[in-house]
């Protein structure tokens, strides 16, 4: 089983940048398909990018072109790298896996964008 560890939220502008991490306890090497998820107050939890074992990329058209997700294998972590913020980017954030498993959400990180 693998736990799920997000880091790297915090109180920033509007404008601004945040790198999360996504420290997994065990292997995620095998894992196909990484993502990280967020939920802001009042709203469902949404995928907003994922990335595969290869290396490729989506992004959900609210984040594209701001937000960048990249994964260590070695390292079994997972980053997402948010540019340009915008207010309507607080939420908390996780990572799991795509498609999720219910078990392995964490805490999350929260993120709160300021106008």
């Known amino acids: 089983q693998v736990r799920l560890v997000e880091s790297g939220g915090g109180l920033v502008q509007a404008g601004g940048s945040l790198r999360l991490s996504c420290a997994a306890s065990?292997?995620?090497?095998?894992?196909?398909?990484m993502g990280w998820y967020r939920q802001a107050p009042g709203k469902q939890r949404e995928l907003v990018a994922s990335i595969t074992r290869a290396g490729r990329s989506n992004y959900a058209d609210s984040v594209k072109g701001r937000f960048t997700i990249s994964r260590d294998n070695a390292k079994n972590t997972v980053h997402l790298q948010t540019n340009s913020l915008k207010p309507e980017d607080t939420a908390v954030y996780y990572c799991?896996?795509?498609?999720?498993?219910?078990?392995?959400w964490g805490q999350g990180t929260q993120v709160t964008v300021s106008s």
């Open positions: 065990g292997s995620i090497f095998t894992i196909n398909t």
């Open positions: 799991n896996l795509v498609p999720q498993i219910g078990a392995y």
